[in-house]
């Protein structure tokens, strides 16, 4: 069965740290591009951070950059989002998402993606 599924979520304080990952199964993320996005109630899906598993780019929105980090373990078929210094405003359901590889002018976009996983929820809050 083809599927990505995230874990890792949960409350944390601001400031605070979290590991989101997403594990591929019945498919190999070698030649996939893999992006996380989030969604906040009332607010539209964000990409939010990218990686290009043929040549390893990664790409970041503004919002998350120098905070977040997004990284591969082939061995695992993985990849995770390691985030940092999270605010209020980080509040939401993450999605991971894989498909062919693109660039910087597309990773952003949901149509590009053929595999999507189930969602995991991000709670920033004291």
């Known amino acids: 069965q083809v599927q990505l599924v995230e874990s890792g979520g949960g409350l944390v304080q601001p400031g605070g740290s979290l590991r989101l990952s997403c594990a591929a199964s019945?498919?190999?993320?070698?030649?996939?591009?893999i992006g996380w996005f989030r969604q906040a109630p009332g607010k539209e899906r964000e990409g939010v951070s990218y990686?290009?598993?043929?040549?390893?780019?990664?790409y970041y929105a503004d919002s998350v950059k120098g905070r977040f980090t997004i990284s591969r373990d082939n061995a695992k078929n993985t990849v995770y989002l390691q985030m940092n210094s999270l605010k209020p405003e980080d509040t939401a359901v993450y999605y991971c998402a894989a498909g062919p590889p693109v660039g910087t002018m597309w990773w952003r976009q949901a149509r590009v993606y053929n595999k999507w996983g189930q969602g995991t929820q991000v709670t920033v809050s004291s």
């Open positions: 990686i290009n598993s043929s040549d390893g780019r990664t």
């Open positions: 019945g498919f190999s993320l070698d030649y996939h591009g």
